[in-house]
């Protein structure tokens, strides 16, 4: 199947574990952040979001925690799934003169081992 | 299905040639957004709509390129005289407005030989 990252930070968890994904931002401006999945061959599939007035979010098995003070963002997925197997990145938005522009970050090849 | 569709899918093309790609956002985001993916990078931003009228363009998008949203609804990327660094995923986003989710269409890919 095709590849949609070669040379991405990888994890390894075992089917039923918990992951935890870590992303570091660069603007410390950004007031809006992103996670979102992408399969091999898809388009970037939106998780879960969060906004800079808060600090941690809460989904369907996924968690999304925010230190600005780090510039930091991290995803927590629980009880891994095979189906969870995918490239994700995060990503956040700046705001240029009113357009809302995401900036991705490099992205982690998660592999769930059954 | 109402999520965001591209079309095609696919592309092959020699290499000078043009290309057009269409996006089709989910109905009533008023805005829509062009990315392009290359292996083993995150999506880059290219060029943004509001409605019909283009309010943003990155640096990576050369005079080659051209992005149209004639009516505010669905929208165009055209390359041309296609080089081969051109080859990549180009992905499609619409929003409901500002600092609002954006949603991705499957993308098109593209190899230029």
């Known amino acids: 199947g095709e590849s949609v990252g070669l040379h991405l930070p990888t994890l390894s968890v075992q089917e039923g574990d918990n992951s935890i994904i870590n992303c570091a931002y660069s603007?410390?401006?950004?007031?809006?952040f992103i996670w979102y999945k992408q399969e091999s061959g898809k388009g970037p599939q939106f998780i879960i979001d969060i906004r800079s007035n808060m600090d941690k979010r809460q989904g369907q098995r996924v968690t999304v925690l925010l230190n600005k003070t780090v510039k930091h963002l991290s995803l927590q997925i629980a009880a891994t799934q095979p189906g969870d197997s995918a490239v994700y990145f995060c990503a956040e938005n700046l705001d240029v003169q009113g357009a809302q522009k995401l900036v991705f970050g490099q992205g982690t090849r998660l592999t769930i081992n059954p | 299905d109402t999520g965001v569709s591209q079309d095609p899918r696919h592309k092959i093309t020699k290499r000078g040639q043009n290309v057009t790609f269409r996006c089709d956002p989910i109905?009533?985001?008023?805005?829509l957004y062009w990315y392009r993916q290359t292996l083993g990078q995150g999506p880059e931003f290219l060029t943004y709509f509001q409605n019909e009228a283009q309010l943003e363009k990155s640096r990576l998008l050369s005079d080659r390129f051209s992005a149209e949203r004639p009516k505010g609804s669905f929208s165009t990327l055209e390359i041309q005289r296609t080089e081969q660094g051109d080859s990549a995923m180009y992905l499609c986003a619409s929003s409901r407005g500002l600092v609002e989710t954006q949603y991705f269409g499957p993308g098109t890919r593209l190899l230029v030989l």
């Open positions: 109905s009533e985001h008023n805005r």
């Open positions: 603007n410390s401006a950004s007031d809006y």
